[in-house]
């Protein structure tokens, strides 16, 4: 097997940035008691004026006296952890969480379809990168291995077993994932690297540290390692609380867009689609608004949700400024790929059919998109009636040819006839609905060289022809 560890140094903070209107400027995370306020990690633009994780937040005041503050929160950073192993779920069956701010995948058999390690290796940072997450990365024979390793060099892969002892012995033993107190001894004691951990006796290593140490010993070197794999839950939930109050539409895009881009990347890590979520808009002393998005089909495209949920956005009476979003997805059926050619002919810039018929329902309501299907009746302006979508395919009657452009109403054929292509076809219907025709239909050639489709009055040969519609 072979593993690879995604360790996420600053996840706290990127989970902050990622949603902040302002990720350029100065920004930091507090925490502890009200009587001590510290800063648990700053954003570079913090960083360039001196402050720093563990700095008092009355010195860092004294630093610099207008920055943005965020409470680190614990649980936040979990559901950040929760959402990175959705993601990675789309590279490997197996994904675990049982490292600190880090998760492995093992990714021996998914080489085989992404690509070798190099490849693959882009693929995973440029994904990182897009979704505004900071990251190291190692591969190791074992998860603990490649845990460990990327914690001390980003980018270090180590794929066979022989070269993994010589690796992890080169490791001080300040980066080999122990806690700090017993690192601290056994530096005291004259034990810097990990090869010299590996060589001391482990009879005194019991006695004086326990068997954690030697398991955690073990397991880095390819010892069984018992951890819990991921599963992808069946429910997306996601809330983003605003700094500010936002009172127009316009100004919930920016969030909205990273909303449905992690919803699109949760999608692709468990394979499927969805076809209904809701975009709920918090106010403070207002009942919440809720803005439902549905879909005909599982869809999972991040511009086709932002799109859709844009549209439905814009429609929305807001009745009071906006204080957070969350967006609520209850319904993932599986994701069926539309049907391509080969060879595509479509222009670069052309939409497909459900994109665009998505677009427009979104932007002018559910029901102003329909379909047209058979219905029967023989009567030209009553064979067809408008349906809700979706719908199943019928195939029409199989009658004499009819045109693709049918008139509103008849109007009289003001173009000369050339000749008579075929007809009469006689129609009589609709006596038991006050609607009683009877007509013989002709198709004919104009001298313009077009194709007609005309009617008489039933058995009048020398009447004027009626336009019923046009053949293409």
Not at 128 to 135: N, R
Not at 259 to 272: C, I, N, P, S, V
Not at 336 to 360: H, K, S, Y
Request: include cysteine; charged fraction near 25%; aromatic fraction near 8%.
């Amino acid at each position: 097997m072979l593993w690879a560890c995604l360790h996420f140094p600053t996840l706290a903070l990127d989970g902050v940035l990622r949603r902040h209107p302002q990720p350029e400027r100065p920004l930091v995370l507090v925490t502890g008691p009200a009587q001590r306020r510290v800063l648990a990690a700053v954003n570079p633009a913090a960083a360039r004026h001196g402050l720093h994780a563990g700095q008092a937040l009355a010195a860092a005041h004294a630093l610099l006296a207008d920055f943005a503050m965020a409470e680190h929160d614990a649980d936040e950073v979990a559901r950040w952890r929760d959402f990175l192993a959705a993601w990675a779920y789309r590279y490997s069956s197996q994904v675990t969480q049982g490292f600190d701010d880090a998760i492995a995948l093992e990714i021996g058999a998914s080489l085989r379809l992404f690509g070798p390690w190099p490849r693959f290796e882009r693929q995973l940072r440029e994904d990182l990168d897009a979704l505004g997450f900071a990251h190291r990365l190692a591969v190791a024979p074992n998860a603990r291995a490649a845990w460990v390793l990327a914690g001390a060099q980003d980018g270090l892969a180590i794929t066979h077993d022989a070269t993994l002892d010589t690796a992890l012995g080169r490791l001080p033993v300040a980066r080999a994932r122990l806690d700090a107190k017993t690192a601290h001894a056994l530096h005291a004691m004259g034990l810097r690297r990990m090869a010299q951990l590996f060589a001391a006796p482990r009879e005194s290593l019991a006695r004086r540290f326990g068997p954690q140490l030697l398991a955690h010993l073990d397991r880095l070197r390819g010892a069984p390692d018992p951890f819990d794999l991921y599963r992808p839950p069946d429910r997306f939930d996601l809330r983003i609380e605003l700094s500010y109050e936002v009172e127009s539409s316009q100004a919930l895009l920016v969030p909205l867009r990273r909303m449905t881009a992690d919803l699109a990347a949760f999608l692709a890590g468990r394979d499927g689609g969805v076809q209904r979520f809701v975009l709920r808009l918090e106010h403070e002393g207002h009942a919440d608004t809720d803005v439902a998005v549905g879909l005909l089909a599982a869809e999972r495209e991040a511009a086709l949700l932002f799109d859709l949920a844009k549209g439905r956005l814009e429609q929305a009476r807001i009745p009071a400024p906006v204080r957070g979003m969350r967006l609520v997805a209850d319904e993932l059926p599986p994701f069926v790929p539309a049907g391509r050619e080969l060879f595509d002919e479509r222009p670069a810039q052309a939409v497909p059919w459900p994109t665009l018929r998505e677009r427009l329902r979104a932007r002018l309501g559910e029901d102003a998109v329909h379909a047209l299907v058979p219905a029967d009746d023989h009567r030209p302006e009553r064979a067809w009636r408008r349906v809700p979508l979706p719908v199943a395919t019928k195939s029409p009657p199989v009658t004499s040819p009819r045109p693709t452009w049918l008139l509103h109403r008849p109007i009289p054929l003001r173009e000369r006839v050339r000749a008579v292509l075929s007809g009469p076809e006689r129609l009589e219907s609709g006596w038991w609905d006050a609607g009683d025709v009877r007509r013989d239909y002709y198709i004919v050639e104009t001298t313009d060289g077009q194709r007609a489709w005309v009617y008489r009055a039933a058995g009048d040969a020398e009447g004027g022809f009626m336009l019923q519609g046009w053949f293409a």
